[in-house]
């Protein structure tokens, strides 16, 4: 599906107090420069609208939050959600996860979460799905020691994909795997649903979901 350019979403995305305009330059060094903690950092790639890691942040504020999203348009709707309020433990980042170890350092990472994620059907498309082999072995360069991955879709073919990749992944293991996320009590505890999550719930859609570790 095309993206609808917004008139006006780069300059506003550049000059918001929540995006991050170099974070190459803060690369290994967002807990003591940006949030001038040393609390754990979990990141959100490709994180839409922003209501998943918004509501995550007010609720735990001794966690560092980043949200990663390519797109101005898109992160443009989370910024004019959260621009009038004080969320000092949340930040966004304009930028291709492609390109993630650019801008974080060797176990710098303590969670990371992918919440429905672009599916990219076609076969030759599989390295850029975020669970492939190819993110993983990003992942693992940036995650700490007991960071994990955890990941959110209503899509069963890239589920299948993303369990079997993970499966036979020699540096990857499933600590815990739902196919039907809103009906497993032990899964859904402390849940909160993102903006595609509400949509597709509510029209009958089984929510899947996974956590990987190493």
Known sequence: MRLRNIPGADEAVSN????????????????DQLFLNNNPLHVEIGMGKGQFLTTLAKENPDINYIGIERYTSVLLRAIQKVEDEDIPNLRFICFDAADILDIFSCHEVDRIYLNFSDPWPKDRHSKRRLTSSTF????????????????KTDNRDLFDFSVDVINNHPLWK???VTYDLHNDSSMNEGNIMTEYEEKFSSQGNPIF???ASR
């Open 16 to 31: 918001s107090k929540y995006c991050i305009d170099n974070p190459t330059n803060l690369k290994g060094h967002y807990k």
């Open 136 to 151: 993983l072995n990003r992942y693992n360069s940036i995650l700490s020691k007991d960071g994990r991955i955890e990941f």
């Open 174 to 176: 499933l600590d815990a």
């Open 209 to 211: 979901k996974l956590i």
